[in-house]
Structure formats: C-alpha cells, structure tokens
C-alpha cells in the first residue's frame, strides 16, 4: 500500500459537474482530492481486505441473531423497547439488506509483514459516499490510463456499481422503488439520486422525496405526495431517528419493506464493537472494546479511542492518549453513552491518516473507498482519494 503523488486531470471538476457530482468541495475545500492515489497489490486486496470483510460481516449476523434473542443486550444498545418486535420480526423474515460500508485501519503489507486490518467501525444503516467509491473513482482510473498517470495495466477493487443493478433486480419484484432522505442535503441527494439510477437500471420505477413528505393513511400506510402506496422504500435516514420521529411508531403496522431493514439498527450502534469483542476475542480483525461503564474498561489503560453509541461522521470521537483527549470531534451525540476501543494508529503517509472503506452489497465485499485526513478521526470533510490495483 502506498500514496503515490500524481497529477490531476485539468478536467476533473467539469467532469464531476456532468456526473452530478457537485459537492465535490465542501465549504471551499476539497472533498475530492485526485492529487494522489493509493495504490494496492493484488494480494493486499484479496488478503488484507476482501476476505476479512466477509469474515466480519458473518461474525456481525451472528452477532444480530444473538442480540434479537436477548433483551438485555438490546436494552445495552439503547433501543427503545417499543421497537424491539419490529427488529425481531424482521431477523425472522430475513429481510433483505442492500448494502453496508466497514471503516478498517489498514496500512498495507509493509516489508514483508502481514498486519491485519482491524474493523472501527460498520456503517451498516445509511453509508454515503457511495457514488464516489462506484463511478468517480473508476471515471478517474479510466482516465488516468488513458492520460498515462497511472501505469497502463492499473486495475481497481471496485464492482459496486454492477453489484447494486444486480441486487434491485432482485429486490424489486416489480414494486416502484421510492428513495426518501433529507434531500436539501447535497450529498444525500446525490446518493438518493445515483441509488435511484441504479435501481432504474435494474429495471425497477423509481420516485425520490424527501423524508418530511412521507405520509400516512390510515389503513393504507405510508404514502408519497401523489398519495401512491409506498411498498418499497430505501431510507438514507437512520433507524435511531426514525424510533423518535412522530410516524416512528407506525412503521410496524405498515406494510412497506423498508431498506435497509430494521434489524440493520443493530449493526448501525457503536455498541456492537464490545460485543462483537466479547462473542470473539481475540479475532485478528477485532480491536478491544468494551461500555464505559464496564469496569473492563479499565484494561484499556489511559490511552483509546472514546466513541458514543449513536454517533455520525466521527462526532463526538475523541482520541485520548496517556489520559488526555489529543484529538476529537465536537457533535450532538452521547446522551445514550459512550464504548471505549483500544487504539488502531492509522498508517501515518506524511501527516495524512488514511482509512479504508470497505463495500459490501448483499453482504458481499465488492470494493473499497478511502478517506484521509490531517487528523487522526476521519470527519464529514475528510478528503476522498482514488485507489488502483498496481
């Protein structure tokens, strides 16, 4: 693994304007940076990062079909007991997932070693920057061929865009597929709006809203503003908010199949690395966790990362080392509590600290994403960078 410094395509924001990639400056920074690129060997990808993937998602479903059949556990993950049958009922239907993203501390295989990626955290509920890691990035490779900035044999790790037409084909069942977020957000939109294209490559009608126009009718269920039945919906909006919000305790009794299904809730709770630690100690792949009410926590000793159980973007993550806090994230979350992980440095490319984002698309690992940063807690503006296969 490397970060090789490289020119950037004279083009490139044109180019992204015509993709709908428009955010890609955030506050008059760059989100997409194309001035390096990571490059990977073929066995650090098979190895390092596709096989542990897979492995960590089944550790994580078993992980869901324990915590289901415990309350205790669901009452450790904060879930509001009201909502506990709906979780439950749909583990037992299986209820189909599209897609989640794993955050790992990856840093190569470096003079010969072979390091294990360690899992930080799963993205399991509402995972952006997925139009980046599918189009932008293989736009840039293609490109960068072409242009002689990355060697002519360059490949990627990247087929999440063939992966997700093939898993609404078999998701849709010839239902419309209505797409809901907060979609005066630019980059949930442009989510919104490459998912929805996907699914219309698939085959399946789609309309887009914004999640405030959902609405409800007795003994019809949700609707969307023409006052269609909505059968099918892909939320870019969390379970944890949903619970809260005024039609959160409608959605059991409605008959729409929501995306990612409610059991996903589970998986999207920082909780999940403690037991994941318990259920699996030990694992290569795992880093030590454990609540920070559990008196084990202890064993961390004064330095760790400090997350809470309901967290987004890196808010509210400090970093604390010998017992002070050298990095963190200010933020709305933590009134649910807080999991303490053991330290995972991130691989240091000259005061940049990447992390890897792993794909998954019905459960299957199929391409990565990367996010660097001057700071060691990868934010909302932590810059995107390509990768290639050399």
């Not at 428009?22 to 690129?37: C, I, V």
């Not at 073929?42 to 960590?56: C, V």
């Not at 904060?78 to 009922?89: D, M, R, V, Y």
């Not at 303490?340 to 000259?350: C, K, S, T, V, Y």
């Amino acid at each position: 693994m490397q970060r090789i410094p490289c020119p950037e395509r004279d083009d490139w924001r044109q180019t992204a304007e015509q993709c709908g990639f428009d955010f890609y400056e955030l506050d008059g920074e760059r989100y997409w940076d194309e001035r390096a690129y990571y490059a990977f060997t073929i066995a650090e990808i098979e190895l390092g990062i596709e096989e542990p993937t897979a492995e960590i998602e089944q550790m994580c479903l078993e992980l869901v079909g324990r915590v289901i059949a415990d309350e205790a556990l669901l009452r450790r993950l904060k879930i509001p007991q009201p909502f506990w049958p709906l979780l439950a009922e749909s583990w037992r239907r299986r209820d189909d997932s599209l897609y989640g993203r794993l955050d790992l501390s990856f840093a190569g295989f470096r003079d010969g070693g072979r390091a294990p990626a360690k899992l930080l955290e799963y993205n399991a509920d509402t995972p952006t920057s997925i139009f980046e890691a599918a189009v932008f990035q293989w736009t840039w490779l293609e490109q960068a061929i072409e242009r002689r900035i990355v060697p002519g044999r360059a490949d990627q790790y990247n087929s999440i865009h063939e992966r997700l037409i093939e898993r609404w084909r078999a998701l849709g069942k010839g239902r419309r597929l209505h797409l809901a977020g907060m979609t005066a957000e630019a980059e949930d939109a442009a989510t919104l709006a490459y998912l929805a294209d996907t699914a219309a490559q698939a085959g399946l009608s789609t309309t887009i809203l914004d999640i405030a126009d959902i609405g409800w009718r007795d003994k019809g269920g949700f609707l969307d503003l023409d006052n269609n039945a909505i059968a099918l919906a892909f939320k870019l909006y969390p379970w944890e908010w949903m619970f809260h919000d005024a039609f959160g305790a409608k959605v059991a009794g409605a008959p729409t199949q929501w995306v990612e299904p409610p059991w996903k809730a589970i998986l999207s709770n920082k909780g999940i690395l403690p037991l994941l630690w318990q259920m699996f100690e030990g694992h290569p792949n795992l880093l030590p966790a454990y609540f920070e009410d559990d008196p084990k926590a202890a064993s961390l000793g004064p330095s760790f990362v400090r997350k809470p159980i309901y967290s987004r973007e890196g808010a509210n993550v400090s970093l604390v080392a010998d017992g002070v806090a050298v990095s963190a994230q200010d933020g709305p979350y933590g009134a649910e509590g807080f999991i303490r992980q053991a330290l995972a440095p991130l691989p240091d490319f000259g005061g940049v600290f990447p992390v890897i984002g792993s794909w998954l698309v019905d459960h299957q690992p199929c391409g990565l994403s990367i996010r660097e940063d001057a700071s060691p807690i990868t934010g909302n503006r932590s810059r995107f960078l390509p990768h290639a296969i050399v």
